[in-house]
């Protein structure tokens, strides 16, 4: 999650996911709040949507167009939004609310960057060292950077673990100069 998110929208994706939990349709609404960041993905397009110039008939034939499935309570969340002049909070409740249904699933989503492409062996097994230590299903969402010199740093949710080279090199020359001094 790169960036502050606003805490408005934890309140909203907190809300939505009682409803969800209520209508028992959890996939339904996970689709309609990937419709609305889709639909509030830009400044541009909020401004566009909350424009004086655009009627609540303009706007509802919009969110039918990007979530044709969209059901009677799911448009009336939008249409809230909008009359509150909130749609710019679409990105941070689908964000809050994909966390809640992860968590409400026993899901942790786990980042992990190393030097060079892990192979699928070792990717599995990294999975299943992760779910063995966070009691979770893990998902594994990998990224090259080779400005780490070698091992991983993995994330999962607000944990880090920095096991890369750089970083034990940085702690060693750290070390070293307080040992010179």
């Not at 309609?32 to 706007?59: H, I, N």
């Not at 039918?64 to 939008?78: E, G, M, S, W």
């Not at 992860?102 to 990717?123: C, H, I, N, W």
């Not at 893990?138 to 999962?156: K, M």
């Amino acid at each position: 999650m790169a960036g502050t998110r606003d805490v408005a929208g934890r309140r909203y994706a907190t809300a939505v996911l009682e409803i969800a939990r209520a209508s028992g349709n959890l996939d339904s609404w996970a689709e309609a709040v990937e419709a609305l960041e889709s639909l509030t993905s830009r400044p541009e397009f909020v401004a566009a949507l909350q424009a004086d110039g655009m009627t609540d008939e303009k706007f509802q034939a919009i969110v039918r167009r990007v979530y044709p499935d969209v059901t009677a309570v799911q448009l009336n969340l939008f249409r809230l939004l909008r009359k509150k002049s909130r749609l710019g909070l679409g990105s941070d409740i689908a964000s809050f609310f994909r966390e809640l249904v992860d968590e409400e699933r026993g899901v942790a989503r786990a980042v992990v960057t190393s030097a060079v492409e892990l192979d699928p062996e070792r990717r599995d097994a990294l999975v299943n060292r992760l779910a063995q230590e966070t009691g979770k299903t893990v998902t594994l969402e990998t990224q090259v950077d080779p400005r780490i010199l070698g091992g991983l740093i993995v994330r999962i949710g607000d944990r880090m673990v920095d096991g890369s080279t750089r970083a034990r090199l940085q702690a060693l020359r750290t070390q070293l100069e307080r040992a010179a001094l």
